[in-house]
């Protein structure tokens, strides 16, 4: 419980890490353009530094565990490939169609599910922790390949997509330094010792979010004038996204029911869907879409929101639970020697 409270805590710190290096880099940018200029041009490397560390910190071998709910897992596939893009392209198009750059930029936030915080969420609401585990490397491989397509089909018109840059773009960025991260994982947990890693494990996810703080603070220093430019527009993120929010937990719901998923699946369901996967997508978009900073800021205000609405969800699953655990107290109330949890 403890380490799921730390999750969470973490977890929301970032919306104010997150505030702060955007207010920096602004200022920087603002007065000092050519500290801006500099801290610009350091974006590739953090940029490479960020995916390794989020590849290093993927534990692949959950997945074998996820073989015995395949339901599960069609399901969720269904709703997170197929549908949760939909209703974000449907939302973000509806919204931002007079400003295309952010509304491609809000699509790609939408599109891609969350492949770490997510999971302490799911714990603090005492959903299936292992089963999520599984699907964190299940949805790391699926939204990389999937991206592509995503990008052709939503990011046809406001953007050029010039044929074969975002498979290079996945080549060079992104499955090189994932073939190195994974060496990497397994042959130190091999030398370390499980006990030795996991603690080094640990420490790598606590330096993700300080990476994804200073490729924003970069970002909005080197681009800040164009950012100002258009910040009347940014408005409309924000409604956007809780619309967003709010189609997720009714199709997280409706799918749960026709599912019969128990709690733990319901709760798990219901986060995966809902948490997004921002410090990817931020990577591999500059890295695929260069020069396009809209793009990457609607995904930073997009990331932002995201942890109060987790917290409030947690919120809302846990006194749905609680309301079930009550009706089935009070139905074998009567039943001498029954001490039924739902739960």
């Known amino acids: 419980m403890l380490t799921a409270l730390g999750n969470a805590v973490r977890a929301s710190g970032v919306s104010v890490l997150l505030t702060a290096s955007i207010a920096a880099g602004a200022a920087i940018g603002h007065l000092r353009p050519a500290a801006g200029e500099l801290l610009g041009s350091q974006v590739d490397a953090t940029l490479l530094a960020l995916v390794t560390l989020l590849f290093f910190g993927v534990r692949f071998d959950a997945v074998v565990r996820a073989w015995g709910n395949l339901r599960f897992l069609a399901l969720t596939a269904l709703a997170t490939y197929v549908f949760v893009p939909a209703i974000g392209y449907a939302i973000a198009s509806a919204m931002l169609a007079a400003h295309p750059l952010l509304m491609v930029g809000l699509t790609i936030y939408f599109m891609a599910p969350c492949t770490d915080w997510f999971l302490g969420f799911t714990r603090l609401a005492h959903g299936n922790v292992a089963l999520g585990a599984a699907l964190i490397p299940i949805n790391m491989a ?20 010039q044929a074969g840059i975002v498979g290079d773009t996945l080549l060079h960025w992104f499955l090189a330094p994932m073939a190195v991260a994974v060496l990497a994982h397994y042959g130190l947990r091999r030398l370390m010792g499980a006990e030795r890693f996991g603690r080094l494990l640990r420490r790598a996810d606590r330096a993700v979010p300080w990476a994804i703080a200073l ?14 430019e258009y910040r009347a527009a940014f408005a409309w993120i924000l409604p956007a996204v809780f619309i967003f929010f709010a189609c997720t937990f009714l199709l997280g719901e409706g799918i749960s029911r026709l599912g ?21 997508m931020l990577a591999v978009t500059m890295a695929a879409l260069p020069g396009e900073p809209l793009i990457y800021a609607a995904l930073v205000i997009g990331m932002l929101v995201e942890f109060p609405h987790l917290a409030v969800l947690r919120r809302v699953l846990a006194g749905q639970r609680q309301r079930a655990n009550r009706r089935a107290a009070q139905e074998a109330g009567h039943r001498p020697g029954n001490n039924l949890t739902v739960f």
């Open 215 to 228: 490729l924003v603070m970069e970002i909005f220093a080197a681009n800040i004038a164009v950012i100002l």
């Open 260 to 280: 019969r998923f128990a709690y733990p699946e319901h709760t798990l369901f219901t986060m995966s869907i809902a948490a997004r996967n921002a410090p990817l």
């Open 142 to 161: 699926g939204q990389l390949l999937l991206y592509p397509v995503y990008l052709r089909l939503f990011a046809h018109g406001p953007v050029e997509v």
